[in-house]
């Protein structure tokens, strides 16, 4: 019986020749990628310009918090501790196009800060900003 379909042409070629042939491309396609960003990276010896916000800052000073969040899961408007009923009343307005800003400290639970933001919430406070001390 014949068969239906013929078998492959090979050339004379194995298995592993076939296969090396065609990750050849492959190969020289990566060494010519990694040439250009070499090459790339040697053109531009201008340093890039300071992004926003990261250039030194004058002293040690701190940005302005509209409400400050402890480690144990205090509340604080401008050093004096508040309760949750009392919030409101010194907190500013709701705002959209200013947020209110809300200074937590490093070892803040995850869990005060979730029931703060829920108080906001409720109070009509839509958009917050976190401010938090960068890791040294």
Known sequence: MTDLVPPPVTSGKSLM???????LPLINLVFLLLMFFIVAGQLSDTPLPDLPGSGQQIGNEQ???DLTVTADGEW?????????QGLP???PAPDDESPLKIAAERDIAMSDLESLLRVLEENGYREVILLTEPAS
């Open 89 to 91: 009343d010194v907190l």
């Open 76 to 84: 604080k408007v401008d050093g004096r501790p508040v309760a949750t």
């Open 17 to 23: 020749e076939r296969l090396e042939d065609a990750l």
């Open 63 to 65: 940005p302005h918090a």
